[in-house]
């Protein structure tokens, strides 16, 4: 049930209203004053406020203001008995949801509820979404007790509520994306996009364009206009997985986003601006490729501010159970299979295999059998 809160010093409008609007089956609860208002706000539930803008002890277009900043979700309507422009127009800055005139526009308060309540039905849809999505990335949902597992989720976990660019580190199927994620999902980057980019799954001028995006007329192909990944990624965090595999060309690019927030798409004179984080990983030794000239120590030590390395899967046995017996379950799952437990032999088989390709390929090996009806 939606929650309305009235605001009115006119006792008798106030009762009105609040007879009205209950009978068409909202829960409505009224003050006539706006300091009896924030007692109300701190102990009830309110989704609407029909706030009169003349008040006793305040204005309402300037507690409109107050409210967005302390509730951003709840919806205000405010009624005023002598309208004018000014009021209304600062009204809507201020985050009202309307601004109507008593008396003159009285039907339209019951449309205007039932708009407002939609807007707030789908606020609390996208809440709970967002609530659900965070809760699956989050470091909770990492699998794992041993303690090789539990020191990169410590660390991980320091390091998320900062801007610190992170860099993880760690066998190929380790877990890195799953991490990036965790991370981005812990900060205050969270409400905004979090983008990843497979650095060895493009050629330069490719990679060059999807991460910066391009003109129209930039090369051959290019017939529009084409954003990149840094700008989709605007407010949140970029993952920028295999970033050893990223040509030495376009790593001072790169660098120079880091350092500047600033960078051009290709065959443009313009420069754009990028608020973002920056998460990469690497399968990679980079001292090595520093070493081997491939790749720029400067740029290392800009995506290095603070470095995570992900254990092997054989250096966490004590978690192949867990991982297995999670695995199990989803795959169970998605075929309908009634199997509930791995034997002990079963399990002892896969706490001795090399799993070279670490909780990638033990996931795989599920995904195998489901795929070609391997389980009975």
Known sequence: MVNILIIDDEEKLRLLLKRIISLEGYDVADTATINKARQHLAHHPVDIVLCDVKLADGNGVDFAKELKEKYPAIEIILLTAYGNIPDGVQAIKNG?????????????????????SEKVALQNKVSRLEKQLGNQYSFEAII??????????????????????VLLTGETGTGKEVFAQAIH???????????????????????????????????????????????????????LDEIGEMPLELQPKLLRLLENGTYMRVGDTKEQKANLRIVAASN?????????????????????????????????????????????????????????????????????????????????CYGACSDHGGWR
């Open 96 to 116: 009202a949801f309307d601004y109507i005139v008593k008396g003159n526009d009285n039907d339209k308060i019951l449309p205007l509820l039932s708009r407002a």
């Open 284 to 364: 990679r030794n980079l001292h090595d490729e520093i070493a081997n000239g491939h790749f720029r120590s400067d740029l290392y030590y800009r995506i290095a501010v603070f470095s995570i390395e992900l254990p092997s899967l054989r250096e966490r046995v004590k978690d192949i159970p867990l991982l297995a017996q999670h695995f199990l379950d989803v795959y169970a799952g998605k075929t309908n299979k009634n199997i509930k437990s791995i034997s002990k032999e079963a399990t002892e088989v896969l706490k001795h295999n090399e799993w070279k390709g670490n909780v990638r390929e033990l996931k795989k």
């Open 185 to 239: 999902y812990s900060s205050s980057r969270s409400s905004h996009p979090f983008v990843a980019l497979n650095c060895s799954a493009f050629s330069k001028d490719l990679l060059e364009s999807e991460l910066f995006g391009h003109k129209a007329g930039a090369f051959t192909g290019a017939t529009k206009d084409k954003k990149g990944l840094v700008e989709e990624a605007k407010d949140g965090t970029l993952f």
């Open 144 to 165: 794992g007790n041993s303690a090789a597992i539990h020191s990169a989720i410590q660390l991980a976990k320091k390091v998320a509520p900062t801007e610190a660019a």
